[in-house]
């Protein structure tokens, strides 16, 4: 039965590659004889157009380039040009002045004056070539092939891009590293340039300790960020050297507890710096010490005296116990006597607690969803409860006893 099954299984699977062939080549027909029907339209189009149009001879003095390609379509486009100060930035076209210069807004502007004017865009700005903000950055147009640069152009050779081909015949200056610590960390040609002129920085051990558990990845992402060594952070270098240290503690605890482990530590580290006083209370505690170890040697060694005087402390300590025991009963039988002034006291008690169980029975109510805190309430809330419980308690008993006391007098008087 198996084979059977197989057999039918292989018929199955090669009739759906057959059908599949044959579709295929349908639909190849299909655009087949698509494209050639477009193809004689176009050609028939062209013959019919030759035709009609007369050929008119040119007039030199007024013959016009024609553009490569439409000005319109290159207005709003982004682009990436290099500012003044020898940066790249990211920027978008905002007009075309002439066939080799372009007005560029700056995408990501980081100072004012590269803002772009929202008045000049409305062409309503009054200020002209005094306005704060930006009018666009006039930038020439070239195909990016080569530039040609006058004598004047040399001095921004520390900016240049120099290729592998080029090097060898190029002849390379060395500049100090102090013209490029007064430069201000703008741009985003900055990360370019900071990677190529200082390249990627490999020591991890000046960032922080923990860097040598992650492989350095953050002293890299730094170091590609423009992050010099022994600088602060910040775009101005003026920011924080050493990372925060990052203490764990314990879970369900507040910051009380991180205070008081603080302060602790530092009464450790003054502990520890403060130096041992010499001199005479030194010497005095050093012999009384040694006078004590002595006494307790002789009080070791058997003597009849010292057997006599243990038994007599012995005993007046019993009888000093005994004494010690009534005046405690007696003192406990003065303190049971309670009157009204205890019960009020006993009152404002169990006032007070229940107002605080009530404060706390609100808390709970008001988070239940914040789990710490609601655990926390509700253990305080059970605290309270059961103090509450303990104090109605003493309050009724305290008041039993007044009764009692006040029936007994009454009785007496009789």
């Known amino acids: ?11 199955v699977y090669e009739e759906l590659v057959q059908v599949i062939k044959d579709a295929e080549e349908g639909l190849f027909q299909l655009k087949r004889a698509r494209l050639l029907r477009e193809a004689d339209s176009v050609l028939n189009g062209c013959n019919h157009k ?6 008119e001879p040119l007039d030199p003095a007024h013959v016009e380039p024609e553009p490569l390609e439409e000005q319109s379509n290159l207005v709003g486009s982004k682009c990436r040009f290099r500012h003044s100060d020898g940066r790249w930035y990211n920027g978008q076209i905002v007009a075309l002045d002439d066939s080799d210069s372009a007005k560029i807004s700056f995408l990501t502007p980081i100072s004012e004056n590269m803002l772009m004017c929202k008045f000049f865009l409305q062409q309503r700005c009054r200020f002209g070539t005094n306005c704060r903000l930006s009018h666009g950055q006039v930038v020439f147009r070239d195909d990016g092939s080569c530039a040609k640069l006058g004598v004047d152009a040399i001095s921004l050779s520390e900016n240049a891009q120099v290729s592998d081909e080029e090097e060898s015949d190029s002849v390379s200056e060395q500049f100090d590293s102090s013209d490029y ?6 741009g985003l040609g900055f990360l370019e340039s900071s990677s190529q002129q200082r390249g990627i920085q ?6 922080a300790k923990w860097e040598n558990h992650t492989r350095g990845i953050a002293s890299k992402m730094m170091a590609n960020m423009g992050y010099q060594e ?8 003026q920011g924080m050297l050493d990372p925060m240290t990052v203490k764990v503690l ?7 507890h991180a205070l008081e482990s603080h302060e602790g530590e530092e009464t450790n580290k003054k502990q520890e710096k403060k130096r041992s006083r010499g001199g005479k209370r030194k010497r005095e505690k050093k012999f009384a010490a040694l006078a004590r170890a002595a006494k307790e040697e002789e009080e070791l060694e058997p003597d009849v005296f010292s057997l006599i005087n243990n038994q007599l402390a012995m005993h007046h300590e019993a009888l000093s116990g005994r004494s010690a025991k009534k005046q405690r009963g007696k ?11 205890a019960l009020v006291a006993y009152d404002d008690e169990v006032k007070d607690l229940r107002m605080r169980a009530e404060k706390l029975e609100e808390m709970v109510n008001r988070n239940r969803k914040e789990k710490v805190v609601y655990e926390a309430a509700m253990r305080k809330l059970n605290e309270t409860r059961k103090a509450l419980a303990e104090a109605e308690s003493a309050h009724a008993s305290a008041s039993s006893a007044v009764v009692s ?10």
């Open 250 to 256: 314990p879970p369900k605890q507040s910051l009380d």
């Open 405 to 414: 006391r006040e029936k007994e007098k009454r009785w007496l008087k009789f």
């Open 181 to 186: 610590e007064d430069e201000d960390s703008q």
């Open 331 to 341: 003192g406990s039988g003065e303190g049971n006597k309670v009157d009204r002034r």
């Open 230 to 237: 022994g600088m602060g952070l910040g775009v101005s270098g």
């Open 50 to 55: 030759s035709e009609d149009v007369k050929v």
């Open 202 to 207: 490999t020591e991890t051990v000046i960032f």
């Open 1 to 11: 039965m198996r084979g059977n099954h197989m057999i039918v299984l292989d018929q």
